[in-house]
């Protein structure tokens, strides 16, 4: 099974008004609730690939049980750990009128020593039935910023493949555990170890980068659908080439988890995998809402996908 | 099948079953062991059964009231032993390719309401009589030729 790590999930709200006017009562006239997190939206698209996928992470309180009937729901498996405090909830009022988005996002709940002892024994178990595991997004207060470092190791034991997804520290010292696959998020900043991502030049620098910390391949994405993929001897610029981009959200994740569909299957070359990742995010990025949900959606979109070695 | 894994280890603390089970909003779970093979299972009643020692013989009393103060004792005395003292050993368990025919007569005549669902050997899921009788009720019912069984990975 294809094992997400998911440490700060969200329930994510999305309410559609016409002309939001502050300290009135306005109509919603649309409500979406779904669940967040960057290790839930790789599950989402390793099952939308038709492959099975356990999710592990922290939840609480009745939005985490809400979280948890959705992902069993798409047949996706959990075995999150259930803390004492509530999973955090992020508002998003979209303005049809306007097209503004406006976000309300929650700070995290706090989790305990007690809590990451828990979740460790069953990351342990999990690995024994999982041949890659995916460590995606933000940390939630009270864990170790080299958590990510250490899961690395814990899974390596056991024989498992590891992806990193992340930024800032919880990223650089999740590098010293040696991933088997690295891709910054810089969603928040587009800065890679202080390089500023804006020319495929300081892509490949950055790439390598994050392969000389420790990464054996590094995805770094470039600008709307162009990718910089490094390992310790080849360099790789991949694109998708599509007109109609409607929703990004999530498709960095969906990329993670075409990485990590295409690995599992063993027979694919390196370059097959990338094509497949490709594929996998502009699929994601086609869909406005939810994620795609059939291999065909995705292998559809291989031909609009060129990978050239370097 | 419901695919949630949620499961405990065999030193796993009363206390902490407790705390699960309350969270979780369950009535008991697969024990495994660190590969995540099926090794036992606790649910609250074997927990009830080991701390009231006369379990049998208040069943069909008129009122636990005096029992209950050494329910207290008990659950505190035993909150930091390992659940693999309560748990129930002999369990049984379904394949993910086996159907539900065999899954309703599974806990119907073992009277259990957890029935844990296993892939290669290792915990996939769990299974209930509210899952099937579900699954039963919704299935359409005109169809004559239509089998019973299906998977429970298709579920």
Not at chain 1, 261 to 268: I, Q, R, T
């Given at each position: 099974m294809i094992a997400t790590v998911t440490l700060n999930p969200a329930l994510d709200v999305i309410l559609e008004v016409n002309n939001l006017k502050l300290d009135q009562y306005n109509k919603v006239h649309n409500a979406q609730v779904t669940s967040g997190g960057k290790g839930i939206n790789v599950s989402k698209a390793v099952r939308g690939c038709g492959r099975e996928t356990i999710a592990l992470g922290f939840l609480g309180g009745g939005r985490g049980r809400i979280i948890e009937e959705e992902l069993r729901g798409l047949g996706i498996t959990t075995n999150f750990w259930h803390i004492e405090e509530k999973t955090r909830s992020n508002t998003i009022i979209w303005d049809k009128k306007t097209g503004q988005h406006t976000l309300l996002s929650e700070v995290g709940p706090q989790v305990t020593e007690y809590d990451l002892e828990m979740f460790h024994s069953i990351f342990y178990r999990v690995m024994s039935q999982s041949s890659i595991v995916t460590l995606s997004g933000s940390l939630p207060r009270?864990?170790?910023?080299?958590i990510y470092a250490n899961l690395i190791d814990i899974a390596k034991e056991r024989g498992v493949k590891t992806i990193l997804n992340a930024s800032g520290e919880p990223f650089i010292k999740g590098l010293e555990g040696k991933p088997f696959l690295a891709k910054p998020d810089?969603?928040?900043?587009?800065?890679?170890f202080g390089i500023v991502i804006d020319s495929e030049k300081n892509a490949i620098n950055a790439a390598k980068e994050v392969v000389r910390r420790g990464a054996e391949i590094a995805i770094v994405s470039l600008e709307l659908q162009k990718d910089i993929i490094a390992t310790q001897d080849e360099l790789w610029f991949a694109e998708t080439t599509y007109g109609?981009?409607?929703?990004?959200?999530?498709a960095g994740d969906a990329l993670i988890a075409g990485f990590a569909v295409a690995l599992a299957e063993?027979?694919?070359s390196f370059r097959e995998i990338i094509e497949f990742s490709m594929a996998c995010a502009l699929a994601s990025a086609l869909r406005?809402?939810?994620?795609?949900?059939?291999r065909k959606e995705v292998e559809k979109c291989l031909k609009c996908v060129n990978v050239k070695k370097i | 099948m419901i695919r949630d894994v949620t499961s405990v280890i065999a030193d796993c603390k009363l206390v902490d079953l407790i705390k699960i089970l309350s969270r979780h909003k369950i009535s008991g779970v697969p024990v495994v062991n660190h590969n995540q093979e099926v090794i036992g299972f606790i649910s609250q009643h074997d927990v009830i059964k080991a701390t009231l020692p006369n379990y049998l013989g208040i069943v069909?009393?008129?009122?636990i009231l005096s029992e209950f103060i050494q329910l207290s004792k008990k659950l505190k005395e035993y909150s930091?032993?390992?659940i693999d003292e309560f748990m129930r050993k002999n369990v049984i368990t379904i394949d993910e390719d086996d159907n539900e025919v065999l899954a309703a007569d599974l806990l119907i005549r073992n009277k259990i309401q957890r029935l844990p669902v296993l892939r290669k050997g290792k915990l996939v899921g769990i299974v209930t009589l509210t899952d099937i009788c579900r699954l039963l009720i919704e299935k359409?019912?005109?169809?004559?030729?239509?089998?019973?069984s299906s998977n429970f990975n298709r579920t």
């Amino acid at each position: 099974m294809i094992a997400t790590v998911t440490l700060n999930p969200a329930l994510d709200v999305i309410l559609e008004v016409n002309n939001l006017k502050l300290d009135q009562y306005n109509k919603v006239h649309n409500a979406q609730v779904t669940s967040g997190g960057k290790g839930i939206n790789v599950s989402k698209a390793v099952r939308g690939c038709g492959r099975e996928t356990i999710a592990l992470g922290f939840l609480g309180g009745g939005r985490g049980r809400i979280i948890e009937e959705e992902l069993r729901g798409l047949g996706i498996t959990t075995n999150f750990w259930h803390i004492e405090e509530k999973t955090r909830s992020n508002t998003i009022i979209w303005d049809k009128k306007t097209g503004q988005h406006t976000l309300l996002s929650e700070v995290g709940p706090q989790v305990t020593e007690y809590d990451l002892e828990m979740f460790h024994s069953i990351f342990y178990r999990v690995m024994s039935q999982s041949s890659i595991v995916t460590l995606s997004g933000s940390l939630p207060r009270g864990t170790p910023v080299d958590i990510y470092a250490n899961l690395i190791d814990i899974a390596k034991e056991r024989g498992v493949k590891t992806i990193l997804n992340a930024s800032g520290e919880p990223f650089i010292k999740g590098l010293e555990g040696k991933p088997f696959l690295a891709k910054p998020d810089i969603r928040k900043s587009n800065k890679v170890f202080g390089i500023v991502i804006d020319s495929e030049k300081n892509a490949i620098n950055a790439a390598k980068e994050v392969v000389r910390r420790g990464a054996e391949i590094a995805i770094v994405s470039l600008e709307l659908q162009k990718d910089i993929i490094a390992t310790q001897d080849e360099l790789w610029f991949a694109e998708t080439t599509y007109g109609k981009i409607v929703n990004l959200i999530g498709a960095g994740d969906a990329l993670i988890a075409g990485f990590a569909v295409a690995l599992a299957e063993e027979d694919k070359s390196f370059r097959e995998i990338i094509e497949f990742s490709m594929a996998c995010a502009l699929a994601s990025a086609l869909r406005e809402e939810e994620e795609f949900n059939s291999r065909k959606e995705v292998e559809k979109c291989l031909k609009c996908v060129n990978v050239k070695k370097i | 099948m419901i695919r949630d894994v949620t499961s405990v280890i065999a030193d796993c603390k009363l206390v902490d079953l407790i705390k699960i089970l309350s969270r979780h909003k369950i009535s008991g779970v697969p024990v495994v062991n660190h590969n995540q093979e099926v090794i036992g299972f606790i649910s609250q009643h074997d927990v009830i059964k080991a701390t009231l020692p006369n379990y049998l013989g208040i069943v069909s009393s008129d009122s636990i009231l005096s029992e209950f103060i050494q329910l207290s004792k008990k659950l505190k005395e035993y909150s930091q032993h390992p659940i693999d003292e309560f748990m129930r050993k002999n369990v049984i368990t379904i394949d993910e390719d086996d159907n539900e025919v065999l899954a309703a007569d599974l806990l119907i005549r073992n009277k259990i309401q957890r029935l844990p669902v296993l892939r290669k050997g290792k915990l996939v899921g769990i299974v209930t009589l509210t899952d099937i009788c579900r699954l039963l009720i919704e299935k359409n019912e005109n169809s004559k030729t239509q089998s019973y069984s299906s998977n429970f990975n298709r579920t």
